[in-house]
């Protein structure tokens, strides 16, 4: 256990629809960053946010979009759903901004039909 | 940009058996290396991590090398067990800029047979 959460655990959305996630960083964390996994791939890195600004981002279209709370808590959102945005979406927190280990949730599993 | 790949793709051995799964990696400007272990449709657990000053990592069974310079890492598994059996991602730390984020190999489906 890493002490970062994820909700909902599953979900179930139509294309076109739009799609809210949620990560609570361990505590201490206040580094968040976003990755996507889709089915027989390794993750991707989507974008990372730091004190509440993005700070850096992945080769991911601007419909994938977040926030990062005072708390330090994250939501990914994405717009528009697409079929291949079916995937595992993890959230990975960190201890400052730094190259310093970054810790998993368990992970979202997003399936769009 | 950094690229990672692993070999093999895929691995089944008897159970009792050693085992060694490869990492190689582009842009050897690495912070750390880290290697993960994903049990079907679960999310990752973090197995050991290798900071770029360092040669090697060693937790119970489990044994992680790095050769920075040439790019290349290897996870040894000594007397494997069927519990092993999951898939193995390799994951690199590079600087993108401002922020710090890992880039992952496609992992090595490990299956230890009874």
């Known amino acids: 256990e890493t002490g970062v959460t994820q909700s909902p655990t599953h979900l179930i959305k139509t294309r076109g629809q739009q799609v809210t996630l949620r990560c609570s960083s361990q505590s201490g964390h206040n580094t968040v960053s976003w990755y996507q996994q889709a089915l027989g791939q390794g993750p991707q890195f989507i974008f990372q946010?730091?004190?509440?600004?993005?700070?850096g981002r992945g080769n991911f279209p601007p419909r994938f979009s977040g926030l990062q709370f005072p708390n330090y808590s994250s939501e990914l959102n994405v717009n528009a759903l697409e079929l291949d945005d079916s995937a595992l979406y993890l959230c990975?927190?960190?201890?400052?901004?730094?190259?310093?280990?970054?810790?998993f949730g368990p992970g979202t599993r997003l399936t769009v039909t | 940009k950094q690229e990672v790949t692993q070999i093999p793709a895929a691995l089944s051995v008897p159970e009792g058996e050693n085992l060694v799964l490869n990492c190689s990696f582009t842009d050897s400007a690495i912070y750390n290396l880290q290697w993960f272990r994903q049990d079907p449709g679960k999310g990752l657990t973090s197995l050991l991590l290798?900071?770029?000053?360092?040669r090697e990592q060693t937790s119970g069974r489990l044994n992680a090398s790095l050769d920075k310079s040439s790019g290349r890492s290897t996870l040894y598994i000594a007397a494997s067990q069927p519990g092993d059996s999951a898939t193995y991602l390799c994951?690199?730390?590079?600087?993108?800029?401002?922020?710090?984020?890992?880039?992952f190999g496609k992992g090595t489906l490990l299956t230890v047979n009874p």
């Open positions: 290798i900071q770029s000053s360092q």
């Open positions: 946010y730091y004190r509440e600004e993005e700070n």
């Open positions: 990975a927190s960190s201890f400052q901004i730094t190259a310093n280990e970054q810790y």
């Open positions: 994951a690199v730390m590079n600087s993108g800029g401002s922020n710090y984020k890992l880039t």
